[in-house]
Structure formats: structure tokens, C-alpha cells
């Protein structure tokens, strides 16, 4: 076995059994990361070395632009050229460039391999910013290199770097402080780095080695030892454990069962349609702690026309979780199938693409697959064991782009439906309530006209949602300053419309239980 196999070869620790351990040198993971610091290899620098119009053209996959933008050679353009744009190197300007590690040391690392003059690329580097409730923070990221640098479509056991659906995840992160965490599905490790920053103590799992070695390699590169590495299928590396979070983007993309289709590790479970997104449901149930909370993305099928959350809701059913499912996104099967083997590498109008393309088709025709949704999931274990009275099930559809930092909100949001299940009935109107700093309130008149035609209040934050409401409501959410329980406010509200006050507090009840689950109004 060579140098570089050896070290892209985890290596196993027999103290925990199915664990997984970097086997490069820690040494040379030290030069690295002192070498990267050096040369300030940060996104901030990147963007401006090649500027803002270069970096989007590298979002739809041009790298000409940021090439022409390089316009003089130093360390962090040649890291750049070399881990982010997939491009050879002068050996003598790497070795200017990792100083500390040296050409040897990232050949140990595999990062590179060298020929008589050049260094190429044989992972790709690139570092990362976010922000979460804990500040900012940037890391570096390895991954492998995609089909811009292969130049072909990418292999079956290629290890995804940060994408949009890891984006997506990391943002809904509920980042509260816990004990333990379970990554299931860890590809690169971005999701169990994230966790980290909450968590004592974080198991990261996955079905593919080489995505462990790599995981384990990014979280020694930024100084993280909290991760413990476990190969396995799904749930089976934690058998019998139970985690206060799970956070999981699995491999959910809906791939057909025959020849000559690839199966890529990082985004294919190898079940069929949305089987594994169901494994995922059920298995959360038996491995959260009491309260603990499960995040996941999914896709999921409609079927015969019907609608796909009846199939999540039977999954569910079984179960004695809380539920909170968003759906973002619903494809035809069409574009399903163009956008996955466009992932692939596989380029339109070639006859692999067309060949391709027919065996998704006919798939979802054999199976009666009208259409693909795509969304999140916020499960939780009850505290109280299984009470149908208060567990929490509810599936919306909210097709508008998300912002970051929503791990806050959908917190606020489960003690908010924690809140509302302590006051059933008409104990509501009891409460003190207030308008949330973020809710402003838009009327539009007829012109002429002395009452609004219609009033909107609109939610700044969390899913920037918007509630139309009534003269009735309007009144008693603007009222809503903590001094006054509800009821009391609702009567004078009543008293100036001259209705009966029961009957406008039966009115707006509902809603208003509606405004405090979606943070609108907050309990004092």
C-alpha cells in the first residue's frame, strides 16, 4: 500500500467498536492549519481576489472568470487556484504556499500528487464563514473534487462538500445546549462540526469510509476533538443509544433500482422511492432522550395524485413523536430527474444523460410517482411519554426562500406550542400576551373609504409569515401589551364594536392561538 493510500485508509480504534480515526500524521494536520492561517486563506480574501462577479460565476460552475481575476501570484492564490478552482500548480509555488507542511506533507495528506514540476489537486479546500447564535465563526472544509476540477462525472463514493441542502440544514440548527448529539449521515462532517458548538459530546455516522476519514480530517484541521467517527447503515452504529438532538441530511434522493444508474454514497440510501426517509422517521422515535429533537431534511412522493403528507402522517402515526413538517419545494418528475443527474455530472444531450433520464421516468411511472416534494422536519420525543391530547402534528407548505439563523425560532416555537397546550379551552384568555418586536401591521383603503379593506400583519423574522386579519383581531393584537389578559382586552374590544364579547373572543381565539405559536405574540 502507498503513502497516499494509507493515509485516505481510516484507520480503525479497537476501544469503540465501528469508530473512526483520521490516520494522517496530527503533525502534519498542525502544519496545515498554520500554513492555511498564514496565508489567510478565508472567504472574505477569496472574495476579494477574484471579486464578487467571478464568485458567482464559480456558483454556476465557471471558474474563467476567477482565473482572469487572479492578477498577481502569492500564497493564497495559489491555494486558491489549487483547492478551490481545481487547477495545477508550480511545485515551487506550493511549497512557497505550505511552508510549514511542505509538498511532502500534503502529498501524506492527500491533498495532492505531484508529477516532475506540477502539484494537482486531489481533494478540495476551501474555508467556510457562518453565523449562528453563537457568533461567527469560519472553518476550513476538505471534500472531494467535483466535476468542474474531475472533468467528468463525479465517482459513486464521492464525498460532497458544503452545498445548499447543508446550508439549509446547518440554518435550522436548533443550537441549544444538550449533552450529546447524533450526526446520522455525516458526509463531510459540516453538520457534526455545527453541533459541536451546542453539544458536549457528538456522534457522527455514515455508510461511506472515505466520507469519515474526511469528516474526521476537517474536524482535526479546525481544532474540534468532540466528534466521535462510526460507520454504519442509518441507525445501526448507535443500536440501543438514545441522543438529546439528531440532525441528519441522508442520502434521500429518490433513485431508480436498476443497471446502470449510479449509486453516489452521499445522496442515495439505496431503498427504494422514499423508503429511507421513512427509516429516518421511525428510528428518531427510538433513539431521542425524553424532549429531544430530531432535524432532518427529505423528499417524499405524491402518489396517484395524492397528497404526500398523508404518507409522512402514516409514518408519524406509529410513532410517538411530535411533528413539524415544512414543505419548501414540489418538483414534477421530470425536472426531479434532470436536476439529480445534472448532480451527477452527467451533461444534457448526451446519450449517457438521455439513457439516464428514461430509467428515472420510467420509475416513477412503474410506481405511479406524480411528483417529489422536498422540505424539514422538526421532530420531538414527548417528555411525557405518548399523549395524543397535546402532541404537536402539523404540515405546512411554505414555498418562499428561508434566511439562516432559524434554529432560534423553531425552538421558540416548540415552548410556544408547550405554552398554548398548558391553556386549553377558554384559559387563554387569561394570558398576558405581546407583539413581537419583528410584526409590523399594513392596511389598505378603498380610496374614500373610512375602514380598511384589508389589514395584514406581517412577521419580520422567523418564516416571515402573514396573517390577514379582521377589524375584531386587528384590534386585539394591537392592544396586546402585556398590561391586560386577553379576555379583558377582547371585551373592550367588543364593547367599542358593539358585539357580544364571548362571541369575539370564540372568534379570534383560534388565531390568536395561531399568532403565539408562530411568534407574533409572545407570552409575558
Known amino acids: 500500500m502507498s503513502l497516499n493510500e494509507r493515509v485516505n485508509s481510516p484507520a ?46 464559480l456558483h454556476r460552475g465557471h471558474r474563467a472568470p476567477a ?9 493564497l492564490a495559489t491555494l486558491a487556484t489549487l483547492f478551490v478552482l481545481g487547477l495545477d500548480v508550480p511545485l515551487g509555488d506550493l511549497a512557497a504556499a505550505l511552508p510549514t507542511l511542505g509538498t511532502g506533507g500534503g502529498i501524506r495528506l492527500g491533498l495532492v500528487r505531484a508529477d516532475a514540476d506540477r502539484a494537482h489537486p486531489t481533494l478540495d479546500l476551501r474555508p467556510y464563514s457562518f453565523v449562528d447564535s453563537r457568533g461567527p465563526g469560519e472553518w476550513w472544509i476538505a471534500s472531494d473534487l ?25 440554518g435550522l440548527m436548533i443550537g441549544r445546549p444538550v449533552d450529546s448529539v447524533l450526526d446520522l449521515g455525516t ?84 431503498l427504494v422511492g422514499d423508503a429511507l426517509v421513512e427509516r429516518v422517521i421511525r428510528g ?45 419545494e ?8 434532470e436536476t439529480w443527474i445534472r448532480d451527477g455530472g452527467t451533461r444534457a444531450g448526451t446519450p449517457e444523460f438521455d439513457t439516464l433520464y428514461e430509467a428515472w421516468l420510467d420509475d416513477f411511472v412503474d410506481r405511479g410517482v406524480s411528483s417529489v416534494g422536498f422540505g424539514y422536519l422538526t421532530l420531538r420525543r414527548p417528555v411525557d411519554g405518548d399523549s395524543p391530547a397535546t402532541r404537536l402534528r402539523r404540515f405546512e407548505r411554505i414555498g418562499s426562500a428561508l434566511g439562516g439563523g432559524l434554529g432560534d ?22 394570558a398576558r400576551l405581546a407583539v413581537a418586536s419583528d410584526v409590523t401591521e399594513e392596511r ?38 402585556r398590561e391586560l389578559p386577553l379576555g379583558i382586552i377582547a371585551g373592550a374590544v367588543a364593547e367599542l364594536l358593539e358585539v357580544d364579547a364571548d362571541e369575539l373572543l370564540a372568534e379570534v381565539e383560534p388565531t390568536i392561538r395561531e399568532l403565539v405559536f408562530f411568534g407574533l405574540l409572545a407570552p409575558a
Not at 482565473?67 to 500564497?75: E, F, Y
Not at 467535483?146 to 446547518?170: D, K, M, Q, Y
Not at 459541536?196 to 481544532?223: C, M, P, Q, W, Y
Open 12 to 57: 480503525r480504534d479497537p476501544q469503540v467498536p465501528g469508530s473512526y480515526v483520521p490516520g494522517a500524521d496530527p503533525r502534519d494536520i498542525s502544519r496545515l492549519r498554520a500554513d492555511l492561517a498564514a496565508a489567510g486563506f478565508t472567504v472574505a480574501a477569496l472574495d476579494r481576489l477574484w471579486g464578487a462577479d467571478a464568485a458567482a460565476a
Open 67 to 75: 482565473v482572469r481575476a487572479i492578477a498577481a501570484q502569492s500564497p
Open 146 to 170: 467535483g466535476e468542474l476540477a474531475l472533468g467528468r462525472a463525479i465517482p459513486e463514493n464521492h464525498v460532497l462538500g458544503v452545498g445548499g441542502a447543508s446550508l439549509t440544514l446547518s
Open 187 to 270: 458526509g463531510c462532517g459540516i453538520q457534526a462540526l455545527h453541533a459541536s458548538r451546542h453539544a458536549k459530546r457528538v456522534v457522527a455516522t455514515d455508510i461511506s469510509e472515505r466520507a469519515l476519514h474526511l469528516a474526521a480530517l476537517n474536524a482535526a484541521l479546525n481544532g474540534i476533538d468532540s466528534i466521535e467517527f462510526r460507520l454504519g447503515s442509518l441507525y445501526e452504529p448507535v443500536a440501543g443509544e438514545r441522543f438529546d438532538h439528531i440532525v441528519s441530511n441522508p442520502p434521500f434522493v429518490i433513485t431508480p433500482r436498476v443497471d446502470g444508474v449510479p449509486s453516489y454514497e452521499y445522496r442515495d440510501g439505496g
Open 284 to 328: 428518531a422515535d427510538e433513539h431521542l432522550v425524553p424532549g429531544g429533537i430530531a432535524q432532518m431534511l427529505g423528499n417524499w412522493e405524491y402518489r396517484l395524485a395524492s397528497d404526500a403528507f398523508s404518507r409522512v402522517a402514516t409514518w408519524l402515526d406509529e410513532t410517538s413523536l411530535d411533528a413539524w413538517v415544512i414543505e419548501r
Open 330 to 337: 414540489v418538483q414534477d418528475p421530470a425536472l426531479y430527474a
Open 409 to 430: 425560532h423553531l425552538a421558540s416555537t416548540l415552548d410556544s406550542w408547550d405554552w398554548l397546550t398548558q391553556r386549553p379551552g377558554t384559559e387563554l384568555a387569561e
Open 444 to 481: 389598505h383603503y378603498w380610496p374614500g373609504d373610512e375602514h380598511p379593506a384589508v389589514i395584514t400583519l406581517r412577521q419580520g423574522g422567523g418564516f416571515a409569515r402573514e396573517i390577514h386579519a379582521g377589524t375584531a383581531l386587528a384590534a386585539v393584537v394591537g392592544a396586546c401589551d
